[in-house]
């Protein structure tokens, strides 16, 4: 749920509320969740700088959808920002390995007026050609309530290097900056996993960042 917002945090460095492909990622998967299923996923990040982020979201699956909602807290040298997101997602298995979706993810931000600043949509597919392999594509923007759209989209690949550790790498771009993306998740348990990565940017305004994250599963059928 992987949550992500772009156009709230921009000058504290936090990444989008938009909750992606293994927690923090930034390029989010075209997969929900199980019928029934529900996921709480915890991060925090700190940028080149001293900006600092923490995240805490949960979603569930109902019928055909994936619904979320997300809060982030921000702080840099004595500033502070506090954003909540929501977010709709349906995603679609088209053959055994490709899968398409849809995700759209509204923002709100604290002590603003007005407190909706825009939405997130975004164009999902995955294609998994081996159980150790997926490779993911996003594409979409950023519609920022009396500010300049964005475009935000990228591309990413996760492949199993061990039992239970997968890598990840990323190319993507939101906060009209460019990154690339490194990181390494290790499925602790069952339903636990935990997310540790490097995103550096390459061109625009926003920071370089490292980033932690805890995420759970529950539920389903």
């Not at 996923?41 to 997300?70: D, I, K, T």
């Not at 920002?81 to 088209?94: D, N, R």
């Not at 931000?109 to 998994?128: E, F, N």
């Amino acid at each position: 749920m992987r949550a992500r917002c772009c156009f709230l945090l921009t000058a504290l460095a936090a990444p989008p509320l938009a909750q992606a492909a293994g927690g923090h990622h930034s390029v989010d998967d075209a997969d929900i969740l199980p019928a029934g299923a529900c996921e709480q996923e915890n991060w925090a990040s700190r940028a080149q700088g001293g900006a600092r982020m923490m995240h805490v979201g949960a979603a569930c699956r109902l019928g055909p959808v994936q619904l979320g909602a997300a809060a982030e807290y921000a702080r840099d040298q004595g500033a502070s920002a506090t954003a909540w997101g929501l977010e709709l997602k349906w995603a679609h298995a088209v053959t055994d390995s490709l899968s398409l979706g849809v995700v759209a993810q509204p923002v709100w931000q604290a002590h603003l007026r007005p407190r909706y600043q825009g939405v997130s949509a975004l164009a999902l597919a995955s294609w998994r050609p081996r159980d150790d392999l997926a490779f993911h594509a996003n594409a979409g923007r950023d519609f920022v309530k009396g500010g300049d759209d964005e475009k935000r989209g990228g591309v990413a690949a996760e492949w199993m290097a061990a039992q239970d550790w997968w890598l990840t790498v990323e190319r993507y771009r939101e906060q009209a900056t460019h990154f690339t993306r490194a990181g390494v998740r290790w499925l602790a348990a069952k339903n636990w996993s935990v997310d540790v990565s490097r995103a550096h940017r390459l061109a625009g305004p926003a920071p370089s960042n490292w980033t932690i994250g805890l995420s759970f599963t529950f539920g389903g059928d």
